[in-house]
């Protein structure tokens, strides 16, 4: 069967039988699924040849780049030395107990105990009902109000979802529970008031976490949950201002403050943490993705003294974990994975040249272009805010799918980037090179003026 048989072939077995994550089935099969068949380095290969820059690294995830001999190596060998076991029942294999070692090495100060789940999600159900453990040991049951984010992502547990601050997650799932509220985020392209500052919004939205806490009251609020930078609600860059005032307030409250590193962790912002690039001293950190590159599925949660001490010392159970929580191969490939990003500098490789060129690169090309509203960047992140009049941060009528329509001419164009709204979403692999970076802009440039030509959009 050539390239093309191949392809069809197993789009049509996929949309027979595969229920994807975030879809519409039935649209889903009338477009026909992109079938991704290898990778290497930050390329990834559709089954019937096409080439595509992974300007996304997967998830947000695949930080050393796709096809690491050395990765591949160290799961064949942990899979035949010991392929399985759990860490319930008193036992641990020796790779989850490395690793959380490790982890207590790269992590803030002070954050020295793990728990290991398979997902980001599963963290963030973790970090729920650890904050409700630890608030029931001290012996404040009452304490147990979550705030976090509006177009936070945390997953999809009934817990994580219920943290998540997008509707469109909430309403077919008769989510969020109760307990869980959503404050705005400090978001200038999309929220500011006219003649709003960065600063402005960013104080703003600092003062809205105390009106909540104030409106619930101290004594009922628990944790505030939130990303260093929100990615998947569109790569919202907080102002310097607000990760001080937002810990400030936290402290005078009494209520925990987690960091959901899942995307920022792993050297995203150009440090090993989101937490370190802003200043934030977080009690619980959740982190999954970057862990392992992506190669396996693992996920943690780490916590600060405060916390992390009482689960250690509480007289009740902590009735909680999975069959794969630190699953050995999983841990091993994430030890591995640490040791590459660490000879490499790729933690923080984004703080340095490269992500100084990836910033003028994305600022240069696109700053006059008449469809981008706004170039946000930090660390190897960015977001390209397809706009209908840039002075007024105007958006397009969603009708006409202007983020989707860039989206699918960028595919065609050999880029993933991801559209959120319409905004461009990009996350590359940390090895990205200049030449790389080149490729992507000239290849996003392109996608935005077939976009502009195809909607009629003279600018
Ligand atoms: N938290 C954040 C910040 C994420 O971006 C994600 C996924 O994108 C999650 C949690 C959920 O992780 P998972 O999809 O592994 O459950």
């Known amino acids: 069967m050539d390239l093309q048989g191949a392809m069809q072939r197993w789009q049509e077995l996929d949309a027979e039988h595969h229920l994807h994550p975030f879809t519409t089935h039935h649209e889903l099969a009338g477009r026909g699924t992109r079938v991704i068949e290898r990778g290497e380095g930050c390329y990834v290969w559709e089954a019937d040849g096409h080439k595509l820059l992974d ?21 064949y060998e942990q899979l035949k030395k010991l392929s399985y076991y759990n860490n319930f029942f008193q036992c641990a294999s020796v790779p989850t107990i490395e690793l959380s070692a490790k982890l207590a090495e790269i992590l803030p100060a002070g954050m020295k105990r793990v ?4 997902s980001g999600s599963e963290a963030n159900d973790t970090v729920i009902k650890s904050v409700w453990y630890y608030w029931n040991l001290m012996g404040k049951p009452e304490k147990k109000q979550f705030i976090s984010r509006k177009l936070g992502y945390h997953g999809v547990g009934v817990g994580s979802a219920s943290l998540t ?3 469109f997650m909430h309403g077919m799932f008769d989510l969020p529970l109760p307990r869980f509220h959503h404050i705005m985020n400090p978001y200038w392209w999309g929220e500011a ?8 919004i960013g104080q703003r939205a600092a003062q809205a976490l105390e009106d909540k806490i104030l409106e619930l009251g101290p004594e009922n609020v628990a944790a505030f949950v939130a990303e260093p930078i929100q990615g998947a609600g569109g790569v919202i860059i907080p102002p310097d201002n607000y ?11 009494d209520v925990l403050l987690v960091a959901d590193e899942v995307i920022c962790g792993f050297g995203r912002t150009g440090a090993w943490w989101g937490s370190e690039t802003y200043g934030i001293q977080p009690d619980i950190l959740a982190m999954a993705k970057g862990l392992s590159s ?23 159970e902590y009735a909680h974990g999975v069959t794969y929580a630190g699953h050995p191969v999983a841990a091993a490939v994430s030890l591995e994975n640490i040791r590459i990003m660490e000879e490499e500098g790729l933690a923080t490789r984004a703080a340095g040249p490269i992500g100084t060129y990836w ?36 958006r397009f009528d969603e009708q006409r799918e202007v983020g989707s329509t860039c989206r ?18 990009l996350s590359p692999p940390l090895i990205i090179t200049e030449a790389q970076i080149d490729e992507i802009a000239a290849k996003a440039k392109k996608s935005i003026d077939q976009t502009m030509a195809a909607i009629g959009f003279k600018g």
């Open 115 to 118: 728990f290991f789940a398979s």
């Open 359 to 394: 910033r003028d690169v994305l600022e240069q090309t696109f700053k006059d272009h008449p469809m981008v509203g706004q170039v946000r960047t930090k660390g190897l992140l960015a977001c390209l805010e397809l706009s209908e009049d840039r002075a007024k941060r105007k």
């Open 243 to 253: 990760w001080p005032a937002v810990q400030a307030i936290c402290r005078k409250y």
């Open 193 to 200: 008031e006219d003649g709003e500052t960065e600063e402005q």
């Open 408 to 425: 699918n001419f960028s595919v065609r164009n050999g880029l993933v980037m991801r559209a959120v709204r319409d905004g461009m979403i």
């Open 294 to 316: 992506g190669y396996v599925p693992i996920s943690a949660v780490a916590f600060g003294p405060r916390v992390g001490d009482a689960i250690f010392a509480g007289e009740k």
């Open 55 to 75: 300007g996304m690294a997967g998830l947000w995830c695949v930080q050393v780049g796709y096809g690491r001999e050395r990765l591949a190596r160290i799961a």
């Open 165 to 167: 601050g997008m509707s």
